[in-house]
DNA sequence: TTAGTTTGTTGGATCAACAGACAAAGTCCG
DNA sequence: CGGACTTTGTCTGTTGATCCAACAAACTAA
């Protein structure tokens, strides 16, 4: 399974031996890497290929820096053991940047998923305006992509995490509410800044790519439809059907923030009412909470720190935060039942302060879910607390240039 | 474009020669559907293969009977004219049939999307029982079978359509309220009751196959994110994403009726208060439009004829009539505002009631939109009317079936 | 030590796409 | 009217990837 972003509709294209071969390719690779290491005749037996076409694919993708020989295989006890093959995660690296609110953010990871490189730096980003950020980001990803050629791996691309409306095709920036900006072409932007690299440079949806991330951790367990839901000031969301993620016509899926589910709620800084966001945003729990001079609503502390928090009041078992809590994850599961009932998903993810708070977010959730899904038992949707954190969108962006590798092996240079 | 149901995530897998050659065929017949008669030297510049395989695929396809000369092609000044190649619908049929609350209904179409044989029977299902039910509509499935041999075409398979919760991997019937139906084997005894037939036989959600239905039609337009709502007693709805239709892990996506968007609402028929069908559903809006004892409320009724009755009064200019259509106009906006928000699709297409009340609903219903969604303008979406009406699922399920050929031509016998 | 089992490689067969040459069938122009 | 030019579709030979069958290598079990 790849990863794939599902950019455009999977037209079949005319097909000829390159394109088979590079089909193979990246069946193998794929196969080692979601199977874990095996001998080529495993390979060939559960791929269904030759063990002879499996012995060349796999001597390629060797050639290529992708897979290595390892170990004896010693659990067969009969006949000649085989040599494991396994993924070489050294050879390429993918990286991932991001932009928001209060922070810049750059991890590089290998083919393997290890971190090869990463930092975090707090930043106004609303204060400095667009050219002084991009300056900064631009340094930060020059920096990762120094860390990545030092470390002998190739580079597979740069993606660029914005919270905001980035345009399908084109990945143009139309909107980003929470920073403050308009329209704008980060993508160019930075590949002037970073003086127009060899390498693909691309920018998605913040939401979009923590999505991915979480969907990168559980595919294992052959789970393919998910929903991830993370609750900042804002809630950000993001749907991956059928392996895919889900983008829409114009990329603008998954903001499931303002959907309009509390006629009666507040206001919303979208400038409408009764979004979502309105009735399961931190600003909305720490309202219901606590009072207005509380220390855990000084925005000016750091996110974590209040959470810790809130945390503390209900596990001591305040009564105002408790009900609090209950409050948030009925609503959570209000709008959770309406996604539910849309697109059926197996796992509805908890990511940023819903992970934080999810022991007491769940109960209350799962209950307004199974009570307001039509398909029995809520559809067989689990709740999941993802444990990515604040780490999520550029994981999700590394990772996006990784299963380009995966998908086409033949894209990495001997 | 093959109008794919995306029944599981697209895992590529091991390729050879045949599944080569089955692509570039299932490339060069979807070329020719999409964009119409073309010469072979027009289809190998367009599609990037060479013009010698063009040649082999074009009389592959020929000899299977999916294809046919035509004339010569005039359009070209200069040089020797082409032999234009098109579609031949004649050599294979797909069948769809329905069962839904008071009718069964089938159809045969041709690969052109030709009608071969079609037939509509009011049956008052939930009094009949699924025994009787099935027998009825195992007859008409049979009698349609026929009429596609004597055509002389081959059968690509059946699909059933059913107004009910269907599991994705088995085709199982999970629930089917309006039927008053339970947990059921629909695909089982069908098999049994036609002779465990040779061609596939599969059951599917009504909803689904009506948006794929509505999907064929649009997909001429590179259109391939889209909503479809059908309005009735329930409303139904189904979404085509990327190209593919949304099924969730367990197939039971695009219940859209029953979000919990109206905390105020009515009472449902599913046990809940405030889904969505009980202030956009017909019943809906005839409470709004009408009295108690008004003719066309009476449910023994005709629902075309009732609908004329409602028709008649808004152009008439009637002020009740007008303002319910309004406010379901608008509580239609305002939960297809949800669903661009989760889904940005390109269109949102009218099915059922709403496409016969479109004219009225529109304005509504596109206001509300674009004041609730985050996206500019709405994120594009446009709002279209399909006329298919109550034809829409059995088209789908017979398109289904002859998206399998689309996919692999090599399945139809030489 | 021998029989049996499994692995991975080798050489040849097969199959499908490709490249280039070419005849066929038309237009354009002198 | 005839030659130059253009385009189509077929034909022949080449390329490249997979498959098949045979086989040597490496190990276990008796």
Redesign the interface.
Known sequence: ??L?D?R??????????VS?RR??L??VL?HVRDLGPRSRARIAEE???NKATVSSLVAELVERGLLREGDADSSRALGRPGQLVELDGTGVCGVGAEINVDYLAVVALDLAGAVVHEKRVPVDVAHLGPGTTLDRLAELVQETVTAVEVSGGQLAGVTLAVPG?VQGETGEL??APNLGWGELSVAEEMRARLGMPAYPLRVDNEANLATLAAYAELRDES???LVLLTGAVGVG?G?V????L????????????????A?AGHACG?G?TGCWETVVGLAALLHKATDHDDPVRDPSLDVEQRLAGIVQRAEAGDARTLSALQDVGTWLG?GG???V??????ALVLGGYFAVLGPWLEAPLEQAIR??????DG???RIVRSDLGFAAAVRGGAQICLDLVFADPTIVNI
Chains 1, 2 share one sequence.
């Open positions: 399974m790849t794939t599902g455009r509709p999977g037209s079949r294209v005319a097909a000829d031996h088979l089909n193979n990246s069946v794929r791929t269904g290929l409306l139309k909107l789970l393919h439809d969301g749907v059907t059928g392996g895919h889900l983008r829409g016509g114009d990329g603008y899926a998954g903001e499931v923030g303002h959907m309009p589910v006629p979208c409408r209000i039942a309406i996604l009932n849309i697109l059926n998903p197996a009570e307001r899904v039509l398909a029995p559809g067989g949707c």
